[in-house]
């Protein structure tokens, strides 16, 4: 059977994490190819390996490659959804072996979960999200696109996530809470309330903002 060709957009942080679940799945047996890594700051001169896979060249090269699968491995959850928006592809969903998902979970595609992360029964996760390491989903929450729940952030039954919201670093957020669109939740915050679209939060909320 023909490999599963494998593209990566972007060369940070993120895309580290990001190939290495592609390389722990190549090593349980799963039929990919990491054939190279997309990134506008590509220097033909200066080109630079992660994992020893090179940088090939730019985002817009995705135009030229033919049968290839791609994972936006960009932490940011805007630029992850202009991108997404501007170049027409198919994306691959990287789900680290070390996670645990839940029977009857939907995960849509271009999403990456990491290693310890739990997502319980029912749970649903839209395009491009990001479920960080060791963080947790409870049953029942729905998760638009573009989304990134950081490490160690839990979610309990039934909470609702809009689009492109960040929920920092160690928050929780208390069970069929709803949290719109464009939100920053800072790290450590505990969300007891519903949450309004386009506002920064931090600490401890206990009413509507």
């Known amino acids: 059977m023909e490999k599963k060709k494998i593209v990566i957009i972007g060369s940070g942080g993120h895309a580290k994490v990001?190939?290495?679940?592609?390389?722990?799945?190549?090593?349980?047996?799963?039929?990919?190819?990491?054939?190279?890594?997309?990134?506008?700051?590509?220097?033909?001169?200066?080109?630079?390996?992660?994992?020893?896979?090179?940088?090939?060249?730019?985002?817009?090269?995705?135009?030229?490659?033919?049968?290839?699968?791609?994972?936006?491995?960009?932490?940011?959850?805007?630029?992850?959804?202009?991108?997404?928006?501007?170049?027409?592809?198919?994306?691959?969903?990287?789900?680290?072996?070390?996670?645990?998902?839940?029977?009857?979970?939907?995960?849509?595609?271009?999403?990456?979960?990491?290693?310890?992360?739990i997502i319980n029964s029912y749970t649903r996760i839209g395009r491009h999200s990001i479920i960080n390491t060791g963080s947790i989903i409870e049953h029942d929450c729905k998760i638009k696109d573009f989304v990134h729940i950081s490490p160690n952030a839990t979610l309990a039954g039934g909470v609702s996530i809009g689009n492109k919201t960040w929920i920092g670093m160690g928050s929780n957020i208390i069970q069929g809470v709803k949290i719109e669109e464009n939100v920053i939740v800072g790290a450590g915050s505990v969300v007891l309330k519903y949450i309004k679209a386009n506002k920064k939060i931090v600490g401890i909320i206990v009413e509507e903002k």
Not at 81 to 106: F, Q
């Open 18 to 117: 990001v190939i290495d679940i592609l390389l722990q799945r190549i090593k349980l047996g799963d039929n990919l190819e990491i054939i190279g890594i997309l990134d506008d700051s590509y220097d033909k001169e200066n080109s630079i390996k992660l994992f020893n896979i090179p940088v090939i060249g730019k985002v817009d090269k995705s135009l030229k490659l033919e049968n290839c699968e791609y994972i936006i491995a960009i932490g940011s959850n805007k630029v992850r959804g202009i991108i997404s928006t501007k170049y027409d592809l198919r994306y691959y969903t990287a789900i680290h072996p070390k996670a645990i998902i839940a029977e009857e979970v939907k995960i849509e595609e271009g999403t990456v979960v990491m290693a310890g992360a």
